[in-house]
């Protein structure tokens, strides 16, 4: 892996399409956010929906979908009242599963990876204050690296870090002790997301990240993470802002795996969410 001359173009929707399983509810409201998110993902309230929509997804030809939702005050996603509907919807119609589970304990990770869950798709956010202050939670940075290293032991197989790149109101910092961190994992692939400034938001007219910054934020992952797949997630702003970014990447071979991409990439279409190991591509 590494230095990927063309990446890899992934379009998750219509195949792998990403529902929310708290409706458009988040009990933290985080600065970016707002929950505002959970409104462009499929919205599910209950185990009985979740099922009827696994169900129509793999009649459509569907091949799995990401749980994701609103998080608790404890930085954490409500599944457990899920945990029969995901078994039945990994055992009886074979979908891919992947989750954005939050900060886990080990009775949590445990219950991921015994109800047949494909992929845990962590948010590695290393800032006391990001934490606190724009996340609205009451967890530290020590406390996400305890989650961190729980699921790696006790979770599903594959663990797909996230970093969220300019979370504390457009600044980086924070995201190279991640990267860091990461290298004693040695993850099959890092997903990057980007902030992108939502309207009804307190970031609404935060700047992202420059493009600079953004590079050499990639060139440090490339160093320090020789094995791993970078990858450039679907959350980042589109137009001018994104063609240069991927343009910028791929010149300088950073980046191996894009959503979405803006740039016309030659070769296949990978439809299903970037998190997903090379071996389980269908």
Known sequence: MGLCAVPKVYVPHPKYPTVSI???????????CRGLVLRTMVQIENPDRFLSFCKRLKERGGIGCLI??????????????????????????????????????KDGATQLKDSGIDITEFYVVLSDSVLRKVMHTKL??????????????????????????????????WEYEAIDVLRDYDPYVLIFLILVPIEGTPMAHVKPPSISDLVNLFATARKKLENTE??????????????????????????????????????????????LPNSMRK
């Open 22 to 32: 708290t409706g458009s509810k988040c009990d933290l409201k985080c600065d970016y």
């Open 140 to 173: 530290s940075k020590d406390d996400v690296l305890k989650a961190l290293d729980t699921i790696y032991t006790y979770g599903p197989r594959y663990v797909s870090p996230h970093i969220t790149v300019g979370s504390d109101y457009g600044k980086i910092s």
């Open 68 to 105: 994701s939702g609103g998080f608790n005050k404890e930085g954490r996603l409500p599944f457990e009242s899920y945990i029969e509907a995901i078994k039945y919807a990994k055992r009886d119609l074979g979908l891919t599963l992947s989750i954005h589970p939050g900060v886990l304990d």
């Open 230 to 275: 970078l990858a450039l997630g679907c959350m980042r702003v589109r137009g001018s802002y994104t063609q240069t970014l991927e343009n910028e990447l791929m010149r300088r071979g950073l980046v191996d795996r894009i959503t979405v991409p803006y740039t016309s990439i030659p070769g296949p279409t990978i439809e299903a969410c970037c998190s």
